[in-house]
């Protein structure tokens, strides 16, 4: 799976992502671009943008989007680690075009 990481999700979260071509905003050249039009591009290229924006859900219509969207409830790197077994399993679950809030403690 192609994965997008947003600008506020820790780069060594990707280490957690073993088996999933994964890059993030910063080294596509996308920082500052506002959610809507990055939703847009990563589209194009990816199968599955994760956030930890709370905000996305309420600012974006989510409806027409062709790419899937994990967004996790911290971007706090300690607890992603902790939680690494639930978000394997969030990732392999998500479907296209699908929204989905992970709650992590």
Known sequence: MRILLD????????ELLGGHDCTNVQRR???GIKNGELLRLAAAE???FITSDQGIRYQQNLQPASIAILELSTNDLRRIRAAAVAI???IAAVR??????????
């Open 29 to 31: 050249g996308w920082t």
């Open 7 to 14: 600008e506020c999700v820790r780069w060594p979260m990707h």
């Open 88 to 90: 394997g399993t969030a």
């Open 96 to 105: 296209k075009s699908e929204f989905q809030d992970l709650k992590i403690p």
């Open 46 to 48: 990816f199968d599955l």
